[in-house]
């Protein structure tokens, strides 16, 4: 039997009955890797080029940027304090002026991880649209069912889902399938923002799922890997045979392999078109948070679509009539 008193291997014994104590190296590596969570640093996002470029194409009359974000000031709409990065300010007015330089009309603000749950930053934003902004939250197992009601009359339609794993990971599934049960009364969707192989991996989730799905980004799956790659051919049959199932055919410069003007995503973006015409929304993702490699001109990005969709009432579908349906705009 271990005691203080006859010690085990590798500790030392304390007198007058204290427990034992591990050796001072393993401390030491204790406490480092204590103050490492603690002092912690939180990577900060490259700014979005702030010389937007106005497209060649002009979108149709309520045209919408269906993923966009809205970020601080910080000073206003604080950051929280566990988040995974820290974006640069982008705010309302900013995001007005973007808007009018490419032409559009609409959008949808999803509220990103780095406010937490926190979704004042977005309730101001459609507060001051007319009816033009709708919302998609943030939330955590706090929430009630009054909240997301509060959350609905404030223009929110959906509440968003991260599951990429330099963001954080899979979320608590007992949470996730919770806010599903809250949100099913609102018609609300899920927005989820998935890696590549989450599209495989959930398989069975996305399956069962109660409520419409959304898949940020065309599920992120590099172009690299081509149009056969099974991440790709699995989103193409969801689009196909389940109706609740939507994409983004938004985040080219996230896929693109070649980098800019990211033609090299347009197939990918008319394969999943084909597939499901009624169930796609097209986004900017402005202000590109966590972009590596190629930060995108916003301008270049809204010159993919006639590529994406030479027809122009397919363009006015999926810009206009698609996101109207989901969203329900009033202005």
């Not at 609300?188 to 923002?193: A, I, S, T």
């Not at 699995?234 to 996230?254: F, H, M, P, Y």
Request: charged share 25%.
């Amino acid at each position: 039997m271990r005691t203080p008193e006859n010690g085990a291997p590798g500790t030392k014994a304390l007198p007058f009955g204290l427990s034992t104590i591990r050796p001072l190296a393993t401390i030491t590596n204790s406490v480092r890797r204590t103050l490492k969570e603690v002092t912690r640093e939180i990577p900060t996002c490259r700014p979005p080029d702030p010389n937007t470029r106005k497209p060649k194409y002009q979108p149709p009359p309520g045209a919408c940027d269906a993923h966009c974000h809205i970020f601080g000031p910080g000073d206003k709409y604080p950051y929280a304090p566990n988040r995974s990065y820290t974006p640069p300010d982008a705010p309302l007015e900013r995001f007005k002026e973007l808007q009018s330089i490419l032409g559009l009309e609409r959008a949808v603000l999803v509220n990103a991880s780095c406010h937490g749950s926190d979704n004042t930053v977005i309730v101001d934003a459609i507060a001051q649209s007319g009816g033009r902004y709708r919302g998609v939250a943030n939330s955590d197992d706090s929430f009630t069912e009054k909240d997301f009601e509060r959350l609905h009359e404030a223009g929110f339609r959906g509440v968003r889902f991260n599951f990429v794993k330099h963001l954080g990971g899979m979320p608590d599934m007992g949470e996730f399938h919770r806010t599903i049960e809250k949100i099913k009364p609102l018609g609300w969707h899920v927005d989820l923002h998935f890696d590549a192989s989450d599209i495989v991996e959930h398989a069975r989730l996305l399956d069962s799922l109660p409520v419409p799905f959304l898949i940020d980004h065309m599920g992120r799956v590099p172009t690299k890997n081509g149009l056969e790659q099974e991440p790709f051919k699995r989103l193409l049959d969801l689009l196909r045979n389940n109706e609740r199932c939507w994409v983004k055919i938004s985040g080219a410069e996230r896929i693109s392999s070649e980098g800019p003007p990211f033609t090299d995503a347009v197939p990918f973006a008319q394969a999943l078109i084909e597939a499901a015409p009624d169930r796609i929304l097209w986004g900017t993702d402005w202000p590109h948070p966590n972009i590596t490699r190629y930060m995108p001109n916003d301008g270049d990005l809204v010159d993919l679509i006639p590529l994406m969709m030479p027809d122009p009432a397919m363009q006015k579908r999926i810009l206009v009539d698609n996101p109207h349906r989901l969203y329900g705009f009033t202005g």
